[in-house]
């Protein structure tokens, strides 16, 4: 049952490479009709000049125009009209060698969008859970190290349909519960499960997403996609904690939901704390913030420049703090 689980999960999120696939195939097709139809055309043209050719190397045909009074004129317009065939042909030879390469390179285009996409789907082809239990009564998945639990019930089969070859099952219940100990973890483990829970909670009723066991895997996808960002963004925090005075960066706090950053440096003559209200949106969305200046006069402003020139994305956190550093605090910066 795990191993179908597994791969219902893995279904959902291949889904868009499976686009892009169809699309690269529509392009090549889209391509290879584009070419036949050239190549056809060039050999209608090809076959036509060697008939021409062939039509004036022919005794019969030199044996008609000297027995004419036009045969000269005849061969000379017979000549001027060869060349001018072949003057075409030439043109659009040329023509479609510029159209080759201009589909070779729409098609290298293409084969980089496909590289990067197939990389991105890679970082987030994961799969968060752990199936602890599966029975008649229930199943009990693990996240994060076995500190969420979520314990589904299972009602009667419903007649009629199936899942994975067996009676599909109803959902009665569906139970999120957090074994963290909060008193001894460490801050970001305890801000990384406010975030999952925040996003549990504002789903509403899970029983009501989740009626029947044809649902369950897109739910699984649903958590394991919020557990693996809220996860990168604890390790972001562990980093920052431990090697923070690279950064100029005296001390990271955690209250809440929100990540206060205190940086100080002598050289630039500023100290000022920035804080940030992550969600479990991150890092997909920028992260709202203030600026309390200490020291010196970089504030708000001076912090949002930096800010809006930092992409959101994976390790945006760190990419911020690392932009904060290097245009506002490093010695060698001019200011």
Same mark, same amino acid.
């Given at each position: 049952?795990?191993?179908?689980?597994?791969?219902?999960?893995?279904?959902?999120?291949?889904?868009?490479?499976?686009?892009?696939?169809?699309?690269?195939?529509?392009?090549?097709?889209?391509?290879?009709?584009?070419?036949?139809?050239?190549?056809?055309?060039?050999?209608?043209?090809?076959?036509?000049?060697?008939? /021409?050719?062939?039509?004036?190397?022919?005794?019969?045909?030199? +044996?008609?125009?000297?027995?004419?009074?036009?045969?000269?004129?005849?061969?000379?317009?017979?000549?001027?009209?060869?060349?001018?065939?072949?003057?075409?042909?030439?043109?659009?030879?040329?023509?479609?060698?510029?159209?080759?390469?201009?589909?070779?390179?729409?098609?290298?285009?293409?084969?980089?969008?496909?590289?990067?996409?197939?990389?991105?789907?890679?970082?987030?082809?994961?799969?968060?859970?752990?199936?602890?239990?599966?029975?008649?009564?229930?199943?009990?998945?693990?996240?994060?190290?076995?500190?969420?639990?979520?314990?589904?019930?299972?009602?009667?089969?419903?007649?009629?349909?199936?899942?994975?070859?067996?009676?599909?099952?109803?959902?009665?219940?569906?139970?999120?519960?957090?074994?963290?100990?909060?008193?001894?973890?460490?801050?970001?483990?305890?801000?990384?499960?406010?975030?999952?829970?925040?996003?549990?909670?504002?789903?509403?009723?899970?029983?009501?997403?989740?009626?029947?066991?044809?649902?369950?895997?897109?739910?699984?996808?649903?958590?394991?996609?919020?557990?693996?960002?809220?996860?990168?963004?604890?390790?972001?925090? +562990?980093? /920052?904690?431990?090697?923070?005075?690279?950064?100029? /960066?005296?001390?990271?706090?955690?209250?809440?939901?929100?990540?206060?950053?205190?940086?100080?440096?002598?050289?630039?003559?500023?100290?000022?704390?920035?804080?940030?209200?992550?969600?479990?949106?991150?890092?997909?969305?920028?992260?709202?913030?203030?600026?309390?200046?200490?020291?010196?006069?970089?504030?708000?402003?001076?912090?949002?420049?930096?800010?809006?020139?930092?992409?959101?994305?994976?390790?945006?956190?760190?990419?911020?703090?690392?932009?904060?550093?290097?245009?506002?605090?490093?010695?060698?910066?001019?200011?």
């Amino acid at each position: 049952m795990k191993s179908c689980f597994t791969k219902e999960a893995k279904i959902l999120s291949h889904n868009e490479k499976e686009t892009l696939y169809r699309k690269l195939l529509q392009s090549a097709e889209e391509q290879y009709r584009k070419l036949q139809s050239r190549i056809e055309k060039v050999d209608d043209l090809m076959k036509e000049a060697e008939s /021409l050719v062939a039509a004036l190397e022919s005794d019969s045909f030199w +044996e008609e125009e000297e027995a004419g009074t036009a045969g000269e004129q005849n061969i000379q317009e017979e000549l001027r009209s060869i060349t001018a065939q072949e003057q075409e042909l030439l043109r659009e030879l040329s023509e479609m060698d510029a159209e080759d390469e201009r589909d070779l390179a729409e098609m290298e285009k293409l084969s980089k969008m496909e590289r990067a996409s197939l990389e991105i789907l890679q970082k987030y082809d994961f799969t968060e859970w752990e199936l602890m239990e599966w029975s008649e009564q229930q199943a009990v998945f693990n996240f994060l190290y076995d500190s969420v639990t979520l314990t589904v019930v299972f009602g009667p089969p419903i007649d009629g349909e199936f899942f994975a070859a067996r009676p599909s099952r109803s959902i009665t219940s569906l139970d999120f519960e957090s074994f963290l100990d909060e008193e001894e973890a460490p801050p970001s483990s305890c801000l990384v499960q406010r975030l999952i829970f925040q996003f549990i909670e504002s789903r509403g009723s899970w029983q009501d997403k989740c009626p029947t066991v044809q649902y369950l895997p897109q739910a699984l996808f649903d958590i394991s996609l919020v557990v693996n960002r809220c996860k990168t963004l604890g390790e972001e925090l +562990e980093f /920052l904690q431990r090697w923070g005075a690279k950064f100029h /960066l005296l001390e990271t706090d955690i209250n809440g939901t929100e990540v206060k950053l205190l940086f100080s440096s002598s050289a630039a003559f500023a100290r000022f704390e920035l804080t940030l209200a992550v969600s479990p949106d991150y890092p997909s969305a920028v992260l709202p913030f203030r600026v309390q200046t200490h020291i010196g006069n970089i504030g708000e402003k001076e912090v949002a420049a930096v800010l809006s020139r930092v992409p959101v994305g994976h390790h945006y956190l760190k990419r911020a703090v690392a932009s904060i550093n290097q245009d506002l605090l490093d010695p060698q910066d001019p200011r």
